[in-house]
């Protein structure tokens, strides 16, 4: 066997983990790549099958996790990760987050493997603090649309701290805050695919609300980036990592105009329930311990970005949904 390093990546055919496996296997790694194919696309990853230090398993983790031979690291990135998901896979959302992180954090123990969980901005709810620190307990609404992920979210964390408080096993937390570039699914109903899509298609964008809200948009490489150096840092507490600048979702939307150059206009629709006001990470702790902040302006990703929806099929651009999660709603 070979001395690479082993790492578990879930959630790995997914926006965020194809990208983290790109990542591990350019950092010289033994990737192994776990997803059960409900939002995740075997396109994100089909590059890495011919590599030989890539292993993919399809598999629900939320089942018992089984892994054989020796893992030093575990990410676990398996959630679906937009509202729209939430809605339609509302007990799979509750599962992964919750016995999903239960059983690898059994691996993890098993394995004597460093173990970093995906949390997220939710955990923030729509928060009464701006920008959010890490100190904020949050705003959350357990039974709101929302709540399955927001709530599954806070209790991997709480289950994640108990697993190092009471086995001492080293862990990480992550709190992703919204992140964007190519890979994203077309219609999984987040605010820049929606837009891109309509823009492509020749529809009108659709801002919820007034547009007033605001988001804090991080490329994808950063986040990476952020994700990297935390995973080999030694602290345990939950850290933010995200991009601080702020943008209100209806100059997004011009922005996206500009971009994409369409000539269609923005229509306004009703604001979905519980939808934050304001999300803007702190990202001291961040710089502070990890010597981390992004690099990529909005500008220059949202242009990556768009190359990359634009080189989609036809068939993608119309899509109503992604073909497992079609298939795997009807069951
Ligand atoms: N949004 C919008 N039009 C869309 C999709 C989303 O105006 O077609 C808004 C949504 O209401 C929210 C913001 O864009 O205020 C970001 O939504 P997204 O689903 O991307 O992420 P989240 O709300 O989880 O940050």
């Not at 059960?36 to 890495?48: A, C, P, R, S, Y």
């Not at 992964?96 to 690898?104: A, D, E, M």
């Not at 709540?147 to 001492?168: C, L, N, P, S, W």
């Amino acid at each position: 066997m070979s001395n690479k390093k082993r790492v578990l990546i879930t959630g790995a055919a997914g926006f965020l983990g194809s990208h983290l496996c790109d990542r591990f296997i350019n950092e010289g790694y033994h990737v192994i790549g776990m997803d059960n194919m409900i939002t995740g696309d075997i396109k994100n990853v089909e590059h890495l099958f011919p590599n030989k230090n890539f292993e993919f398993q399809e598999h629900d983790v939320s089942n018992f996790v089984h892994v054989s031979g020796e893992l030093d690291y575990i990410l676990h990135f398996a959630s679906p990760a937009s509202p729209i998901d939430y809605l339609k896979i509302p007990i799979q959302t509750l599962k992964v987050g919750s016995l999903g992180t239960h059983n690898l954090l059994g691996l993890a123990r098993a394995k004597n493997a460093r173990i970093l969980v995906a949390s997220t901005s939710e955990v923030y709810g729509d928060p009464l603090v701006h920008p959010q620190t890490e100190e904020y307990y949050g705003n959350v609404n357990p039974v709101g649309p929302r709540g399955v992920y927001d709530e599954a979210k806070r209790f991997q964390e709480a289950i994640t701290m108990a697993y190092h408080t009471y086995h001492g096993l080293e862990t990480r937390i992550v709190r992703i805050f919204n992140t964007y570039g190519p890979r994203m699914r077309l219609n999984d109903g987040r605010v820049l695919p929606a837009f891109i899509g309509q823009a492509l298609r020749g529809e009108d964008l659709t801002v919820f609300g007034d547009g007033s809200q605001t988001r804090s948009f991080c490329y994808v490489d950063d986040l990476v980036e952020g994700i990297y150096k935390l995973l080999l840092s030694d602290y345990a507490q939950p850290v933010n990592v995200g991009n601080p600048v702020e943008i209100t979702i209806s100059d997004f939307a011009e922005e996206i105009i500009k971009l994409t150059g369409t000539d269609q206009k923005v229509i306004y629709k009703e604001l979905p329930a519980d939808d934050p006001k304001q999300r803007q990470p702190d990202i001291s702790k961040a710089k502070n311990l990890l010597d981390w902040t992004p690099k990529v302006s909005r500008e220059e990703g949202l242009k990556i970005t768009y190359e990359y929806f634009k080189s989609l099929s036809k068939e993608d651009l119309y899509a109503k949904e992604h073909n497992s999660f079609e298939e795997y709603i009807k069951k």
